[in-house]
């Protein structure tokens, strides 16, 4: 419908692309994608979007914005907080798990040793 603001190509009330909710509504589909990743353990893909979302971040808070932008991105800020925060325990969970398993590999590499003298 004309006029009416979609998901992809926001529009502001003056009927202009609305360029911050693009870039915000990109960040935070980055940020989802990186979390469904992280879930399935896929850290080198999480790396790859990690790189082009901070990109993003990096060029959006680079520019100089009005005051009232800040409060209206404030909720898609918490939003990528709170995925960000929930990426680093599963990280901290994939490292931990990484830990263990190399522990286990040397345990019996140094069983196999032993045995075969």
């Given at each position: 419908?004309?006029?009416?603001?979609?998901?992809?190509?926001?529009?502001?009330?003056?009927?202009?692309?609305?360029?911050?909710?693009?870039?915000?509504?990109?960040?935070?589909?980055?940020?989802?994608?990186?979390?469904?990743?992280?879930?399935?353990?896929?850290w080198?893909?999480?790396?790859?979007?990690e790189?082009?979302?901070?990109?993003?971040?990096?060029?959006?808070?680079?520019?100089?914005?009005?005051?009232?932008?800040?409060?209206?991105?404030?909720?898609?800020?918490?939003?990528?907080?709170?995925?960000?925060?929930?990426?680093?325990?599963?990280?901290?969970?994939?490292?931990?798990?990484?830990?263990?398993?190399?522990?286990?590999?040397?345990?019996?590499?140094?069983?196999?040793?032993?045995?075969t003298?």
């Open positions: 419908m004309p006029g009416t603001p979609s998901r992809r190509n926001p529009v502001s009330e003056d009927g202009r692309v609305d360029q911050d909710q693009d870039t915000w509504n990109r960040i935070i589909g980055l940020s989802k994608d990186m979390l469904t990743l992280a879930r399935d353990a896929q080198q893909a999480v790396s790859g979007l790189a082009e979302r901070n990109g993003l971040i990096r060029q959006y808070f680079s520019a100089t914005h009005p005051r009232e932008r800040w409060t209206r991105i404030r909720p898609m800020v918490d939003e990528l907080l709170s995925m960000d925060k929930e990426i680093e325990g599963l990280c901290r969970k994939g490292q931990d798990d990484l830990a263990r398993d190399l522990k286990s590999l040397r345990r019996g590499k140094i069983a196999a040793r032993a045995y003298g």
